[in-house]
Each structure stands twice: as structure tokens, then as C-alpha cells.
Antibody, heavy 122, light 111 residues
Framework: QVRLQESGPGLVKSSETLSLTCSVSGASVSTGSYYWIWIRQPPGKGLEWIGYISDSGATNYYPSLKSRVAMSADRSKNQFSLRLTSVTAADTAVYYC??????????????WGQGTLVTVSS | QSALTQPASVSGSPGQTITISCTGSSRDVGVYNYVSWYQQFPGKAPKLIIYEVSNRPSGISNRFSGSKSGNTASLTISGIQAEDEADYYCSSYTNSGTFVVFGTGTKVTVL
């Protein structure tokens, strides 16, 4: 059974960098036909796609966030990470990591972390 | 972010059948059979309940079913139960450059 767990600061100051890590067990972030995803959900709102990192390390980000986002993977720790720079209050959200299929199966997110609330303070 | 359109809320009495619509376009729902549905309880992560329009992952009740017609996908919950009260989101692969688009979400209330 695949398990994902987000970790990182719950409070980030405005204009600083948000950094989160997703630890994976039961699957490898560096092998297999899966992409590793970050999604967020502002309080009381819907789901927002942030981007993905593939098993080979290729990345793709949502266009409006592309200039501020970076994802990476640490194969030795079986983790993948999210960095979001120059945060504002609009970045306050519950951040989820998830696993998705490849290609068109990117829309099939079959495993999710429990989510972590990140609040941007002024 | 652009989103697929879902009704904000749907309600039904126990045992009834309800349907949630998810309307997209010819860039997503209308051309790809890669529509998924997720169930989310308050304070919890979403859970995949339907993938590729009508397939259920292992362990998901057969009271949940999915379908698609044109640019609109639908999730049907048959014999709705109190435990089904949650938020439901659709998603679809899209050729708009963002790869995946989510629905606006529907709150299901069991009366």
C-alpha cells in the first residue's frame, strides 16, 4: 500500500519561500510508471493543480505558478519536494502530495498524503 | 485556475439516487475519457472513487457510478447514505497546457 506524508513549516512569512517534502513508502519515486504531484486547496475552496515531477525527474508546473515553483526528488530518501518562492496570502492553503498515472492518467490521483496547512503571514 | 463546472450543492434523502454533473469543453471532458471523481470529507484528503469516466478502484462501493455524454461527465450515487455526505470533485485530462483541470466541487447533503 502506497503512503505519502507531507512535512514542512506550517507558517511562512510573506515574500519568503515555502518548502515542503513528501515522504513516500510502498512505492519508489524513481521507478515505475507514476508521476508525483503537488496540489493545494485554499481554505473553503477547491483543488488547485501545482505540478508534477516524474520518475525520471522531469517537471511540469501550472503556468501561473511556473515562475515561482520548483520540484525536486531525493531518490535516496524516497522523497519529493516543493519550493514556492515569494509567497503571499493567496498561497495560504492545505498542500497535498499525491501519486498519479503517466500521460493522460495524470488525472488519476490514486494515493494522497493527509495534507498540511501552510499559512502565509504578513 | 480554470475549472470544470459542477453544481455547488446536491441533496437527497437516504435511499434516493443523486447525480452530480461536471461540465467541461472540447479541450477536456469532451475529448478524453480520463475523467476522475474524488470524495473529500471535512479535514481529510480527497479519495479517488471513479477513474477513466466509469471505473471504480478496488474497495469503492458499487453505489458510485460514472458516465459521460459530450462535454459533461456525471457521478451517480445510488441509494445514498448518510456516510456519503461529503464534497465531490471531478477532474479531467486537458490539452490546454495545464494537463489536469479540476471541477469546482459539489457538496452532497443527505437530508
Amino acid at each position: 500500500q502506497v503512503r505519502l506524508q507531507e512535512s514542512g513549516p506550517g507558517l511562512v512569512k510573506s515574500s519568503e519561500t515555502l518548502s515542503l517534502t513528501c515522504s513516500v513508502s510502498g512505492a519508489s519515486v524513481s521507478t515505475g510508471s507514476y508521476y508525483w504531484i503537488w496540489i493545494r486547496q485554499p481554505p473553503g475552496k477547491g483543488l488547485e493543480w501545482i505540478g508534477y515531477i516524474s520518475d525520471s525527474g522531469a517537471t511540469n508546473y501550472y503556468p501561473s505558478l511556473k515562475s515561482r515553483v520548483a520540484m525536486s526528488a531525493d531518490r535516496s530518501k524516497n522523497q519529493f519536494s516543493l519550493r514556492l518562492t515569494s509567497v503571499t496570502a493567496a498561497d495560504t492553503a492545505v498542500y497535498y502530495c499525491a501519486r498519479a498515472g503517466v500521460g493522460m492518467r495524470l488525472s488519476v490521483l490514486d494515493s494522497w498524503g493527509q495534507g498540511t496547512l501552510v499559512t502565509v503571514s504578513s | 485556475q480554470s475549472a470544470l463546472t459542477q453544481p455547488a450543492s446536491v441533496s437527497g434523502s437516504p435511499g434516493q439516487t443523486i447525480t452530480i454533473s461536471c461540465t467541461g469543453s472540447s479541450r477536456d471532458v469532451g475529448v478524453y475519457n480520463y475523467v476522475s471523481w474524488y470524495q473529500q470529507f471535512p479535514g481529510k484528503a480527497p479519495k479517488l472513487i471513479i477513474y477513466e469516466v466509469s471505473n471504480r478502484p478496488s474497495g469503492i462501493s458499487n453505489r458510485f457510478s460514472g458516465s459521460k455524454s459530450g462535454n459533461t461527465a456525471s457521478l451517480t450515487i445510488s441509494g445514498i447514505q448518510a456516510e456519503d455526505e461529503a464534497d465531490y470533485y471531478c477532474s479531467s485530462y486537458t490539452n490546454s497546457g495545464t494537463f489536469v483541470v479540476f471541477g469546482t466541487g459539489t457538496k452532497v447533503t443527505v437530508l
